[in-house]
């Protein structure tokens, strides 16, 4: 499976973003998509996930009430509907795909909130 993630980018405290990850390759085996990211100097942390069959999301309690992933079965893709945006959320965000038992990885894209 190839990930392939965009919509970062630079936001002011309050703002919004809609990150999207387009899945490709052997995506009929894919179980859920999540994001994860990971803050300078700080460990990679998951931010929330979702069955591919479109079960009910879970996400960090940090973000709860603020991010919204979704995602879109014939268009093989994964969002990231991110509102009310904090300078704490400023990371490189990592979408993933659960792939024959774990979690395979695309390229980050940075998002950057602005105080």
């Known amino acids: 499976v190839q990930l392939q993630a965009s919509g970062g980018g630079l936001v002011q405290a309050g703002g919004s973003l809609r990150l999207s990850c387009a899945a490709s390759g052997r995506t009929f085996r894919v179980s859920a998509m999540a994001w994860f990211r990971q803050a300078p100097g700080k460990e990679r942390e998951f931010v929330g996930s979702?069955?591919?069959?479109?079960?009910?999301?879970v996400y960090v309690d940090s973000v709860k009430g603020r991010f919204t992933i979704s995602r879109d079965y014939v268009k093989n893709t994964a969002y990231l509907q991110m509102n009310s945006l904090k300078p704490e959320d400023t990371a490189v965000y990592y979408c993933?795909?659960?792939?024959?038992?774990?979690?395979?990885y695309g390229q980050g894209t940075l998002v950057t909130v602005s105080s």
């Open positions: 979702i069955t591919w069959d479109g079960g009910m999301p």
């Open positions: 993933a795909a659960r792939y024959q038992g774990s979690w395979t």
